[in-house]
């Protein structure tokens, strides 16, 4: 399974990357290891657009696949800056590549970014799920 | 879920491949091996190999085994032939579905009914009291055999392959005894997809080299569960647990056909089940298609267009073949709008009500 070292986790399986970035703005996408246990996704729904603004830990999307339906939460608060559009007109993209062209949005982050995890960490949390 | 899931056979074949097994029935299942989506189109368009191993196979042999089973069970199986299936039920005394089953006529004192895994112990406990008054044993050799169907439109051109049985003098619903692979199979014109195919039951020992003989060839492709779900639910076939449970009676689910409520003497549940043919049901089993891209699941509320509650969602899934959401769902039966919403999670979705099946081969 895979869990780049370079990016950073939330205990909801999003992945975060990016934020050490020069103006603090960061991408956010779902974790193989969510994608794997959702299947095939084939429906993906943010409740913001860009401009709208996303607390850390609160639901700002569904995640539906062909087994069942999930919510997506931010792992950052902040600004959304950029939504991926070709995720939303074909979600499979996620599955097929979770960490690059399946990215989902964009953050300008506002506040510190809390308990994210790091690679090590969240792969304990994988394999004790 | 139970505490320590058991194998079938084929576990390590299945651990081999990169399968996700999940807990089903007290089984760990393949959900699916790679993309369920494939999966599901190889079944509709070449040859999908499932495991099934978890069903329940439970013999009844004797002199009244036949009778026995027409007392125990809703369908009038003794006038059929040797070598013959059909689509039944055992049901509780006051007419709820116990579980659905194929059963097999395999020789003349000889049938096999197969049963859902969750439900054979309730079934073969059933069959033991209610055949206790007939000449039959009842003999659960579900732990003995594995399953293994292999279904799609090439099913056959592939099984040809593997065996000098004649095929295409296998009716649908039928059954014979045929070397595969250089098995002892017995091959079944069965299934749960909507497709043509075949289910072949054989020595728990034997499966490996079965499956194994079978997914070599081109084209063959490993299915799971979810597949399977999807296949049943676009071919109109109830699921257990879902459309058919204790609670349910055939006829609510569309099913009132197999109750032979006129075969000769008496079987368990044909007072209720008489009583519920002299009235329509309060609710029908209905098919929804979404005009939206949102499924409607398993429990969501249907709703009609002034957001009146009016039924339950049963299963519901994407359909891959018609490329938009599927459902079955319980509705009042004295509602005639055609044109229905489902509750997506606090959204009222339309949905159109439809003709079971959604799938039909061609």
Same mark, same amino acid.
């Given at each position: ?129 | ?57 439970? /013999?009844?042999?004797? !002199? ?23 689509? *039944? ?13 194929? =059963? ?29 008054? /007939? ?44 070397? %595969? ?20 039951? %054989? ?11 079978? @997914?070599?060839?081109?084209? =063959? %492709? !490993? ?21 058919? *449970? ?12 197999? =109750? ?11 007072? @209720? ?10 609710? *029908? ?17 249907? %709703?009609?267009?002034?957001? *009146? ?10 359909? !891959? ?31 159109? =009500? ?9």
């Amino acid at each position: 399974m895979s869990v780049p070292e370079q990016l950073r986790y939330s205990e909801e399986h999003e992945w975060v990357s990016g934020l050490e970035s020069e103006g603090g703005i960061v991408t956010v996408g779902i974790t193989q290891h969510a994608a794997d246990a959702l299947g095939e996704i084939v429906y993906l729904e943010l409740s913001s657009g860009e401009g709208d603004t996303v607390e850390a830990g609160e639901a700002c999307g569904e995640v539906e696949s062909t087994k069942s339906v999930s919510d997506l939460y931010s792992p950052v608060s902040g600004e959304i800056t950029a939504i991926n559009s070709a995720v939303i007109d074909e979600p499979k993209v996620i599955n097929d590549d979770p960490y690059g062209e399946g990215w989902i949005f964009k953050v300008r982050v506002s506040d510190e970014p809390g308990d994210l995890l790091d690679a090590a960490a969240y792969t304990k949390l994988i394999e004790e799920s | 879920m139970s505490a320590n899931p058991k194998k079938t056979p084929l576990y390590d074949v299945h651990s081999g491949l990169g399968a996700n097994l999940v807990d089903f029935a007290g089984y760990l299942m393949p959900l699916r091996y790679a993309s369920e989506t494939s999966e599901h189109a190889a079944v509709r368009t070449g040859a999908g190999l499932f495991d099934l191993s978890h069903m329940g196979e439970i /013999f009844l042999s004797g !002199p009244q085994a036949g009778a026995a089973l027409d007392h125990a069970l809703v369908g009038n199986l003794s006038p059929m032939a040797v070598g013959k299936a059909r689509y *039944t039920m055992i049901c509780a005394p006051d007419g709820g579905v116990l579980d659905d089953l194929i =059963v097999y006529r395999l020789a003349d004192e000889t049938w096999m009914v197969v049963a859902n895994a969750a439900n054979v112990a309730v079934v073969r406990d059933a069959l033991v009291e209610r055949a206790a008054g /007939f000449e039959t044993r009842v003999d659960d050799r579900s732990d003995a055999y594995a399953l293994i169907a292999l279904q799609g439109p090439r099913a056959q051109e592939i099984l040809a392959g593997f065996t000098d049985a004649p095929l295409p003098e296998l009716r649908y619903y039928a059954i014979f005894a045929a070397k %595969v692979a250089g098995i002892d199979a017995l091959l079944a014109r069965t299934g749960y997809t909507g497709e043509d195919g075949f289910e072949l039951f %054989v020595d728990a020992g034997d499966a490996v080299a079965l499956w194994q003989a079978l @997914a070599e060839v081109e084209g =063959v %492709v !490993p299915c799971g569960l979810s597949s399977r779900d999807t296949l049943r639910l676009e071919a109109g076939m109830p699921l257990y647990g879902n459309e058919l *449970t204790t609670e349910t009676s055939p006829y609510e689910a569309g099913l009132g056909r197999v =109750v032979k409520l006129d075969k000769p003497g008496d079987f368990v549940g044909k007072a @209720a089940l008489a009583a519920q043919a002299q009235t329509p049901p309060g609710r *029908t089993l209905v098919g929804l298609v979404a005009r939206g891209r949102r499924a409607p699941r398993k429990g969501y509320q249907v %709703v009609t267009s002034d957001g *009146t509650p009016c039924g339950v969602v049963t299963s519901g899934a994407p359909s !891959p073949t018609l490329g938009k959401p599927i459902a079955m769902a319980y509705v009042d039966s004295g509602v005639t709008e055609t044109e229905l919403a489902v509750d997506v999670r606090g959204r009222q979705e339309p949905v159109d =009500v439809v003709d079971l099946p959604f799938y039909k081969r061609s």
